[in-house]
């Protein structure tokens, strides 16, 4: 098992030169002096100049990615300049604020999408089924900002079991409570898609699984139909689940660009938009980096939490 | 083309979705043609008016512009732009999937790790990245969002065309001295392309999603200009205060791409082969029950007796009869075999017994199964599911395929005891043990803890035995246990299936396409042919002096034991398929000594003694043969 996952983390590390790779090509794609672009068109030319060498951007391409790269490898993102601090501290900070509502969020839409589409198979065609293939055919066509805006209105503001946004009360004492309360909203409106996305694969594994010999053989030993379903059939169905959880995480990740939008969430993906409209290059580049590099490094954990789940992956 | 428009319209969902987005398409299209308001003329003394109020039929926003009018036109444009990014990502992605599929070799490679790249990145985060290289607008959004499709599109045409590359006919246009384009143009593309139009139609309710996404977030169309999700992230300051600002182009979003999703499912439905027959239904906990007809009085044959079993397969409007009216028994200690093909109806009968046809499509229509003479036809499922495995165990044909694969084998056991009896944890292992060492399981303290796929085939076959051994049953029902395993291995169940009889007591059903089995095992034996039963009697009998004609063609395609499904095939002929019986004998068309009564009408089962035959010219009369 050791060997397997440092066999997987080093296959990553080709995947990660990639992400840097077509990072830094996006970049290259920005029109004009990047100097320029970064300080504004009111800035001295000494200024841009200055900041040319700082950057080296004086310097050839791939010598540029290099030294680049290099300085990442050692945790130096570079500074923001919109924000006057190193890239690194903020990408930390805020990255920890999105883990908390993705990772909530991620749970959320697991245990829920697995929940619903394994009660949906079991009961094929029954009204069960219908009212969740509906519910989840809603649940994937809402966008997740309108959605969260609407739970506003009704959870926040009409009936204000919530606050209405924020990660922390403005006044008041910073504790988990606290927390849980600012993020029950935006961790459910996080999770709508996903879930649905999760109970509609889960649905069709569980009546993939349903059908197979195995299923029989635990019936005719008399095991009881609830044992059939979620002990038999849905620990094979997990083999094919489990990949999509992978890739659902991917998307909880990035939706929560959205969603810390919407709810004032202090997370990484409002901190890009805002470096975006900032034209806070670095920060852009370092919070992107960043966060592909912490996806491929959980989809690695899926791939080990898949062959610690399937015993006829050789590993 | 028709059947598949047929099949989408019976979809009734699939249809209101067409329907919605038809309506929605025309509206955006007709747009310019309407008597609306201008969509970006200011009118600050008319903020934020409530819908329905005069002149604004939708209200206003908070620079008092007309909603009703920027709805339409942001429908407009948010659908526009969706449809321009799946094509340019659809056109993209195609053009590079083809150009890996076809070239393969380094090529292929070089593209697809690319693609693989492309992919680590969570989605989202890829088309901020190219928006803060390009800077925000609505083009530049479109541009990003396809961008992000474009590995989606390139992958899965690749797969698509690698299949097609080698097929005969591009070959052939190869030795042809077609160039490489020219067959790309020609061969390959007229076949991608019904695949790439079906990935755009599911994709492109994302792509509407994502560029609403990336306008909400400012990124994407600029002020005065607005599409939905622009207008949607302009209404957000205004939200608690005026919250119809928001709903109204939330609700437009959610209205396009639910429609689109309806319809994408049913595409997808309508194109799926395996919905049509009925494939993927989840078949029930026990099999359906529709008797028609008297229920048979309990004779008192043995302690299980079948009679008059008529289970069917309802698929869509067609009944196949799988089991034509079946009567069996077997006391306690004595085994029974039955004989036929594949299709024969032998397993369906045996399956039948526990409810345990696969339901849906089947449905058992008739006839009663009694065991110790209570009949479990329509048995409440408690009592069936306390009787499975307790009173009556299965053994099934392919172990691989029966024994849950990611459950050690000692755990299985382990659960088939405990279904009916509550037991510790020590105790199971022991008894586990004690069963695996019942049939001849070498070291079985090792073997517990193995799974199914690191035992043999012999070995998982000796556990399938075990399982069914696990609560003392009293019959054991074996439908083709040695069938996949190889001779000698075959040789050494039978034995011990043998000697399990012996030594329990236990009455078998044992089921088999090789004569060669049931002469070793069997005391009686039952030849099934097109779900009924042409020949029963004691085995001895019946191999010395078959009368059925089938039977003696069945006997003679086997010389000695170790079948494997070759000797059967050898009859000439196929059995009849089973929702569509011909008139009078259903082997008619195969046997050699038809006459033309034979297809006059229903032939009986006639018995003399304790031998039974259903034909009007058997091999050796039936009087003769009974002595
Ligand atoms: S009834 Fe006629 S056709 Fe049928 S098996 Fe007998 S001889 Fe052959």
């Given at each position: 098992m050791g060997r397997y996952v440092l066999r997987r983390l080093i296959s990553a590390v080709p995947v990660l030169l990639g992400i840097t790779v077509i990072v830094f090509a996006i970049m290259a794609l920005i029109p004009g002096d990047p100097a320029t672009a970064i300080l504004g068109s009111y800035a001295t030319p000494e200024n841009v100049e200055k900041l040319n060498r700082d950057l080296g951007l004086d310097k050839p391409l791939v010598a540029q990615y290099f030294i680049w790269l290099g300085n990442m490898v050692q945790?130096?993102?570079?500074?923001?300049?919109?924000?006057?601090?190193p890239v690194i501290d903020e990408v930390l900070e805020r990255f920890n604020a999105t883990l908390v509502l993705a990772g909530t969020a991620f749970v959320i839409c697991s245990v829920l999408g697995i929940a619903a589409g394994v009660v949906s198979a079991a009961n094929q065609y029954g009204w069960a089924d219908k009212a969740i293939t509906f519910v989840v055919l809603l649940g994937i066509s809402i966008p997740s900002f309108f959605l969260g805006m609407m739970m506003i209105l009704y959870f926040a503001v009409s009936l204000r079991w919530f606050p209405v946004s924020g990660m922390w009360p403005i006044y008041g004492t910073r504790d988990i409570w606290a927390l849980l309360d600012h993020l029950v909203l935006p961790a459910s409106a996080l999770a709508v898609v996903a879930t649905g996305v999760i109970a509609r694969l889960s649905r069709s594994a569980m009546l993939e699984v349903l059908r197979q010999d195995f299923i029989r053989t635990a019936r005719a030993k008399g095991v009881h139909e609830r044992g059939v379903i979620w002990r038999h059939a849905l620990r094979a169905a997990m083999v094919s689940i489990i990949p999509v959880l992978g890739i659902q995480a991917g998307f909880v990740l990035s939706g929560a660009v959205y969603i810390e939008i919407v709810f004032q969430w202090p997370g990484v993906g409002r901190m890009l938009v805002d470096a975006i409209l900032t034209r806070d290059i670095l920060l852009v580049q370092g919070g992107v980096v960043f966060v592909a590099a912490c996806y491929v490094m959980f989809n690695i954990v899926v791939d080990v939490a898949q062959s610690l789940l399937d015993p006829r992956i050789k590993t | 083309m028709i059947g598949f428009l047929k099949l989408l319209a019976r979809n009734r969902l699939a249809l209101a979705g067409g329907i919605v987005l038809f309506l929605v398409v025309v509206l955006a299209l007709v747009t310019p043609l309407l008597p609306l308001a201008e969509p970006n003329v200011t009118n600050t003394s008319a903020r934020f008016l409530r819908p329905f109020s005069d002149g604004a039929l939708m209200g206003t926003d908070h620079l008092g512009r007309d909603l009703l009018s920027r709805l339409l036109w942001g429908t407009r444009l948010s659908l526009a732009v969706g449809f321009a990014a799946a094509v340019v990502a659809a056109t993209l992605g195609a053009a590079i999937g083809i150009i890996a599929g076809f070239y393969g070799g380094r090529t292929d490679n070089l593209i697809m790790r690319g693609v693989d790249m492309l992919m680590a990145f969570p989605y989202i985060l890829l088309a901020l990245a190219i928006v803060a290289a390009l800077g925000p607008g609505l083009f530049n959004a479109l541009i990003a969002v396809a961008a992000v499709n474009v590995p989606f599109f390139a992958r899965n045409i690749r797969g698509i065309t690698v299949g097609i590359a080698h097929k005969e006919f591009v070959d052939a246009a190869r030795l042809a001295g077609l160039s490489n384009t020219k067959i790309i143009l020609t061969e390959i593309l007229p076949n991608v392309v019904p695949v790439i139009v079906i990935a755009m139609s599911t994709t492109i309710g994302w792509m509407i999603l994502e560029t609403a996404g990336l306008s909400f977030l400012g990124l994407g169309s600029q002020p005065p200009q607005a599409d939905l999700g622009s207008m949607l992230g302009e209404a957000r300051s205004a939200l608690i205060t005026n919250p119809h600002t928001s709903v109204v182009p939330g609700l437009m979003i959610l209205i396009i791409v639910m429609a689109i999703n309806l319809l994408g499912d049913g595409v997808r439905d309508a194109l799926d082969p395996r919905l049509k027959s009925g494939a993927l239904s989840r078949p029930m906990a026990s099999t359906m029950v529709r008797r028609q007809g008297p229920v048979p009085e309990p004779e008192?044959?043995?302690?299980l007796e079948v009679q008059e079993l008529q289970t069917q397969f309802h698929v869509r409007d067609r009944n196949y009869r799988a089991v034509g009216g079946v009567s069996l028994h077997v006391k306690p200690g004595e085994c029974l075999g039955i004989i036929g093909?594949?299709?024969?109806?032998k397993s369906v009968t045996v399956l039948s017994v526990m409810g345990l046809v696969a339901s849906p499509p089947g449905v058992i229509t008739g006839g009663a199964v009694r065991y110790d003479g209570a009949d479990?036809?329509?048995?409440?499922y408690r009592k069936l599911r306390e009787m499975r495995g307790r009173n009556v165990a299965y053994i099934f044909q392919d172990p691989q395929a029966t024994?849950?694969?990611?459950?050690?084998v000692g755990d299985q056991l382990k659960e088939a005891i405990r279904a009916h009896h509550g037991i510790g944890r020590d105790e199971g292992r022991a008894r586990a043990i004690e069963l695996l060492k019942a049939v001849r399981i070498p070291n079985p303290e090792q073997r517990?803890?193995?799974?199914?796929?690191?035992?043999s085939g012999g070995m998982r076959q000796r556990v399938g035995i075990a399982m069914a051994l696990a609560n003392d049953p009293d019959i054991i029902i074996a439908d083709e246990p040695t069938t996949a395993l190889d001779v000698t291995v075959q040789a050494q169940i039978l034995s011990l299936l043998d000697d399990l009889r012996r030594s329990r007591g236990l009455a078998i059903v044992f089921i088999t396409h090789d004569f060669g089995v049931v002469g070793q095992l069997c005391d009686r034996v039952a030849v099934m042919y097109a779900g009924r039963i042409v020949e029963e009697g004691p085995t001895q009998a019946v191999l010395e002096a078959p009368t059925h004609p089938y039977t003696a063609r069945l006997m003679a395609c086997v010389p000695e034991l170790g079948g494997g499904k070759r000797r059967l095939e050898a009859i000439p002929g196929l059995p009849p398929v089973v929702d569509n019986l011909p008139m009078g004998c259903a082997f008619a068309d195969r046997c050699d000594r038809v006459q033309a009564d034979c297809r006059k009408g229903e032939i009986v089962l006639e018995r003399q003694g304790a031998r039974a035959v259903r034909c009007l010219h058997p091999v050796t009369p039936l009087t003769e043969a009974a002595e």
């Open positions: 945790g130096d993102f570079g500074t923001s300049f919109s924000l006057n601090r | 008192g044959k043995g302690l093909e594949s299709g024969s109806g479990l036809i329509g048995a409440p024994l849950h694969p990611l459950y050690r517990l803890t193995d799974f199914p796929h690191e035992m």
